[in-house]
């Protein structure tokens, strides 16, 4: 059985498996591989708003992001943020994008405390918790993002649990069940995913201490909308490819983004 042992702290962005660095950074996707529905969930936040994007990756979600709202917040490990790499269409790191294209993004790296320090009315994660091979730590990451959230903004969490890589990775002899994903060693180093379903995405946010607004798939993500607070006896129930969350006591008229006028619309 693969073991591992902790990089950095806190929170943890790189990994070993008997000797082999998980490098997360492999998993960002390129600016043109943007998911159509949640470039539409970012067109209807605030335009006053401000905004965490956690993980933010090749920017593929932060340049929607900062033409869409006021300030945003990219954060992503050192290695992610000082390498030079193709970030729409051009090759360059992070911060050179930023400070050329972005005026109104600041990039962070996830060990420091500038961003933890801001409140913040939205937050996005997409596609990171999948890298993180513990789930303790995935469960202090959301903490962490409730901590950070305003009493009435929102965390809009994604991850992707249906692929064909998957697939041929179960007949891949350099791919590894371990845990809840998939340990794989490939060209560019060694990574993880795990398979993180909606249910057990939900199962994530409340350990954290979230309440559950929304939890549903689309195609092959599982998406959940949480805000800071549990509510009293949620569950989770299943219809076909969806997942509605019910509660007790339920308010008559359930809002989102519930304190603004141009609310997010789900």
């Given at each position: 059985m693969l073991k591992?042992?902790?990089?950095?702290?806190?929170?943890?962005?790189?990994?070993?498996?008997?000797?082999?660095?998980?490098?997360?950074?492999?998993?960002?996707?390129?600016?043109?591989?943007?998911s159509k529905w949640l470039i539409d969930q970012i067109s209807q936040i605030p335009p006053n708003a401000v905004v965490l994007d956690y993980g933010c990756g090749k920017f593929r979600y932060t340049i929607p992001l900062s033409r869409r709202t006021k300030?945003?917040?990219?954060?992503?490990?050192?290695?992610?943020?000082?390498?030079?790499?193709?970030?729409?269409?051009?090759?360059?790191?992070?911060?050179?994008?930023?400070?050329?294209?972005?005026?109104?993004?600041?990039?962070?790296?996830?060990?420091?405390?500038?961003?933890?320090?801001?409140?913040?009315?939205?937050?996005?994660?997409?596609?990171v918790l999948s890298?993180?091979?513990h789930r303790s730590e995935r469960i202090k990451v959301l903490r962490e993002l409730g901590r950070v959230l305003k009493p009435d903004g929102q965390i809009l969490a994604s991850t992707q649990f249906r692929n064909t890589h998957f697939k041929h990775w179960q007949?891949?002899?350099?791919?590894?069940?371990?845990?809840?994903?998939?340990?794989v060693q490939g060209l560019r180093g060694a990574s993880f995913y795990a398979i993180i379903s909606p249910k057990k995405l939900g199962q994530l946010c409340r350990s954290a201490g979230l309440s559950l607004v929304r939890l549903e798939s689309r195609g092959e993500a599982a998406v959940a909308f949480a805000m800071r607070g549990v509510r009293p006896l949620a569950v989770v129930r299943p219809r076909a490819s969806e997942y509605e969350v019910a509660s007790r006591p339920r308010p008559s008229r359930p809002v989102p983004y519930r304190t603004r006028a141009d609310s997010l619309s789900l």
């Open positions: 591992d042992t902790r990089i950095s702290r806190p929170p943890c962005v790189r990994y070993k498996f008997k000797g082999f660095e998980l490098r997360t950074e492999n998993a960002a996707k390129p600016y043109r591989q943007a300030h945003v917040c990219a954060v992503d490990s050192s290695f992610q943020i000082d390498r030079e790499q193709q970030i729409a269409h051009n090759r360059t790191t992070l911060r050179n994008y930023a400070r050329k294209y972005l005026k109104n993004v600041a990039v962070y790296e996830i060990c420091s405390g500038a961003w933890r320090r801001r409140k913040y009315d939205f937050i996005l994660c997409a596609n890298v993180i091979p007949n891949n002899p350099n791919a590894t069940w371990v845990r809840d994903g998939w340990f």
